[in-house]
């Protein structure tokens, strides 16, 4: 008999991509969408209308699923801090809820790498665990403490942290990566740098947690560290482009993080990089290990080359 998943956050990047493998993979495939969500293209969803504050809903999402992949979230680009941290955490607080509620099997819940840091240019692993800076990683961070503690006292629950996540299908991170090493107007490349990681690497390693994972465990879901300087000479030389030719210094992006604490507190407009800690941040490379999951689970993760045919060939369409 196929497996039942209930997946949040299934019409967002990583979720279309989940629920595409899943599908492949023969599971019955549960899914919330909100009224206004693009729903693409995929067949054979069965879809829940509704949002992550519709108890109901989530209750009727989750009952009798083996997997629920909680992913719905939201960035600091598309919201303001309070409804950042509130879909993070309180969304989640309601996935626990119905999962407490219903009959389910795992939770696998997406959290961020970013809760963990270590110093810049070093590799943080999963004990490396950081004072969240900005509403993203704070609601994030409280979240994984209520999948800590569902965990620990009602059911089965693994988190996993993806690091930058790169594929067809994102226009944000994936887009401004790619502009920076194909397109010869892009004016400049970022200071520091990120564990990239293809999208396809990500679901394996939602279903390795899911197969294999232990319940309270934490996972990162890394790819190649580098640079963005060496990024975007790397799809530059596979691709035969020109990558940006200059470097925005780090010195100027820490310089704009008071301006745009400036603009948010006299207009209450959010402009990145959003304040201080966020400049400081953006600056740094960080560098993260996938070492656990690789011992643990058997995730594996592909070169920058390896997940650039497709995701070439998805930008060029756009
Ligand atoms: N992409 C990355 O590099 C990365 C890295 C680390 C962790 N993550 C985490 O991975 C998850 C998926 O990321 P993504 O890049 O796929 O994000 P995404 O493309 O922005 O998708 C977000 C998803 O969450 C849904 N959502 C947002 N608010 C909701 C609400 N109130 N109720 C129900 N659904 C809601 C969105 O629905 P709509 O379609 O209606 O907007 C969408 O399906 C997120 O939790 C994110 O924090 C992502």
């Known amino acids: 008999m196929s497996e039942t998943a209930a997946v949040t956050g299934a019409t967002g990047f990583l979720g279309t991509h989940l629920c595409e493998r899943l599908l492949e993979e023969g599971w019955d495939v549960h899914a919330l969408a909100r009224p206004t969500s693009d729903r693409g293209d995929l067949e054979g969803i069965d879809w829940y209308v509704g949002d992550l504050f519709d108890g109901e809903t989530l209750r009727s999402l989750v009952d009798g699923a083996d997997a629920v992949f909680h992913l719905a979230g939201v960035g600091l680009w598309s919201a303001d801090p309070d409804t950042v941290v509130r879909v993070n955490r309180d969304g989640t607080a309601n996935v626990l809820e119905a999962c407490r509620a219903e009959d389910v099997g795992r939770l696998v819940f997406t959290s961020t790498a970013g809760t963990r840091r270590a110093d810049d240019g ?21 979240a994984e403490r209520l999948v800590d503690h569902y965990a620990a006292a009602d059911g089965d629950a693994v988190i996993v942290h993806p690091t930058s996540v790169f594929g067809p299908g994102d226009d944000s991170f994936t887009g401004q990566l790619l502009a920076m090493g194909l397109e010869p107007t892009m004016p400049a490349t970022l200071p520091g740098g990120a564990s990239i990681v293809g999208v396809s690497d990500v679901v ?49 992006i820490r310089a704009a993080g008071p301006v745009a604490e400036g603009v948010h507190a006299v ?37 920058l080359e390896d997940h650039l045919p497709e995701t070439i060939a998805w930008y060029r369409r756009q």
């Open 267 to 303: 207009t209450g407009q959010r402009i990145f990089p959003f304040d201080r800690g966020m400049a400081a941040l953006a600056t740094k490379q960080l560098f993260y290990s996938s070492r656990k999951a690789r011992e643990e689970l058997g995730y594996e993760y592909g070169s």
């Open 122 to 142: 070093a590799f943080a692993d999963e004990t490396a665990v950081a004072d969240p800076i900005g509403a993203y990683q704070e609601g994030k961070a409280a």
């Open 204 to 252: 394996d390693g939602l279903l390795l947690a899911y197969e294999r994972g232990d319940s309270g465990e934490h996972y990162l879901l890394g790819g190649e560290n580098m640079s963005y300087d060496r990024a975007a000479e790397r799809i530059a030389d596979y691709a035969g482009g020109v990558p940006a030719p200059v470097r925005v210094p780090a010195t100027a």
